[in-house]
């Protein structure tokens, strides 16, 4: 029976590995066969909807393992190669065969700058997954610099709503600006900032959205439908989770302090 609680949450990770892998497979097809359609969807937006897939077994993995007492060495390692496939290199291939596909002028006319944005994306991400292994152990509450996850989640939510229609909130396709968010958030995976966890709060207002916006989430990511309201949750939760880092930072590096010092 031991031994089966394990096979929990690395089963959820390899959901997460495999949806990446597919992910990544799917996404050039689009260009190979621009005709190859299912279910209604391109094979890029099915591609897009792997990730998410991927973010939401990903989360299920971490949440079994404190569940059923299973974290072990080998799940971490494991999770770290999932991340880095799922929400490094598939956000990644995404953004570029989605340029290559809706703007092939610019995209060749700009190769050097989205070939540039591509490394740092997925060297960023690399680092961000070693370093939260080597050193975010014994930090609690929160996370150094964005989490793969969420960078790759936004990412990839921001690609399936500029290509699924040619206007969204009043702009068209463009390739500089989702060139440049891949590159920002690149950078936020290994900055220094505090981000929030999602963990239980004093305040039951504050657990009961948080509990709401998770549900609401994995059953739109799941249906596949409302990528807005996906985009909106995940950038939400970016911008007041750095934010409420930035206010409590003091705090935060004397704990780290405090750890580092035990």
Known sequence: ????????????????????????????????????????KSCLEWATW????????????????????????????????ADLISFGIAPAMIVLFSLYKFEPTWFFGHLPLTIGSLCVYVLCAAYRLARYNALQSDLKGWFIGMPSTLAGGILTVLVLLM????????????????????????????????????????????????????????????????????FLEVGLYAVFGFAWGLIFRKRIEAQVLHAAQD
């Open 163 to 230: 290509t699924r229609s040619s206007n969204w909130f009043g702009f068209h396709f463009t390739p500089m600006p989702l060139v440049l968010v891949e590159f920002v958030l690149g950078i936020l995976m290994v900055t220094d900032l505090y981000l929030s966890k999602l963990v239980a709060r004093q305040s039951r207002l504050i657990n009961t959205l948080q509990i709401a916006c998770i549900l609401i989430g994995y059953a739109f990511g799941l249906a596949q439908v409302y990528p807005e309201v996906l």
């Open 50 to 81: 792997l990730v998410v897939y991927a973010v939401l077994f990903d989360k299920l993995d971490g949440f079994f393992a404190k569940k059923l007492n299973a974290s072990s060495e080998f799940g971490a390692q494991l999770d770290s190669l």
């Open 1 to 40: 029976m031991s031994k089966v609680r394990y096979a929990v949450p690395n089963a959820f990770t390899s959901l997460n590995f495999l949806m990446g892998t597919f992910a990544i497979a799917l996404a050039p097809l689009d260009i190979l066969n621009p005709s190859l359609h299912w279910a209604g």
